[in-house]
């Protein structure tokens, strides 16, 4: 069973830190991975898409990925409360399916 | 703008009552699935056509039945619905369903069963 790990949280961080999510994945040949966030009640939205060990960058949000050690996390800098939500970590090992990680649901302290 | 459109936003249907769930798209993608998320829960695929290929989960219950007529349009039909399908049911689109390929989420159906 390909599984994909995240802590439920809540991670309560306030605004203007950072904030850190963090994703286990269990198969190994997966090849791309991708952060979505969930606000309550609403449909995933693309946050970052990652391929390649390091660091990705975009905004305030970085990626990180390590192949070897099967971990993949997100960084939010500056967090804003609207980024309060949940963040859902997603594998992609190819023949077209994304496995999804239950989600880790931050919380922004203004 | 391109799309991914689910109707309606909200179903309420009855205990064993047949409904019907609607997907479209303007993206013209190849890929479409089928997502059910109950809360606080990981959405879980229920299947996905990659073109008129039809590709079922193994635990996906019977009771779950999808159609493509068109690329389109993607339909989730639900025979008999029990207490235990209320969720949200989430359409998405992906190009070509390579690992790179970004999966786009339409807005979601609530689907409530009494």
């Known amino acids: 069973q390909k599984e994909v790990e995240q802590n439920s949280g809540p991670l309560s961080v306030p605004e203007g830190a950072i904030a850190s999510l963090n994703c286990t994945y269990s198969d190994r040949v997966s090849q791309s991975f991708f952060w979505y966030r969930q606000y309550s009640g609403k449909s995933p939205e693309l946050i970052m898409s990652i391929y390649s060990n390091g660091d990705k960058e975009d905004g305030r949000f970085t990626a990180q990925l390590n192949k070897a050690s099967q971990y993949v996390s997100l960084l939010i800098r500056d967090s804003q409360p609207s980024d309060s939500a949940t963040y859902l970590c997603?594998?992609?090992?190819?023949?077209?399916?994304?496995?999804f990680g239950t989600g880790t649901k931050l919380q922004v302290i203004p | 703008d391109a799309m991914v459109i689910q109707n309606p936003r909200y179903q309420v249907t009855q205990f064993g009552k047949p409904v019907t769930l609607s997907c479209s798209q303007t993206l013209n993608h190849n890929v479409m699935y089928w997502y059910q998320q109950k809360s606080s829960q990981a959405p879980k695929l229920l299947f996905h056509?990659?073109?008129?290929?039809?590709?079922n989960e193994a635990d996906t219950p019977d009771n779950f039945q999808s159609r493509r007529p068109n690329t389109s349009f993607c339909f989730l039909d639900i025979r008999s619905p029990g207490l235990g399908d209320a969720a949200m049911y989430l359409c998405?689109?992906?190009?070509?369903?390579?690992?790179?390929?970004?999966?786009?989420f339409g807005p979601g159906t609530r689907l409530t069963v009494l």
């Open positions: 998405a689109t992906s190009r070509d369903g390579q690992s790179t390929d970004t999966q786009y």
């Open positions: 056509y990659y073109d008129k290929d039809f590709n």
């Open positions: 997603a594998v992609n090992g190819g023949y077209q399916k994304v496995t």
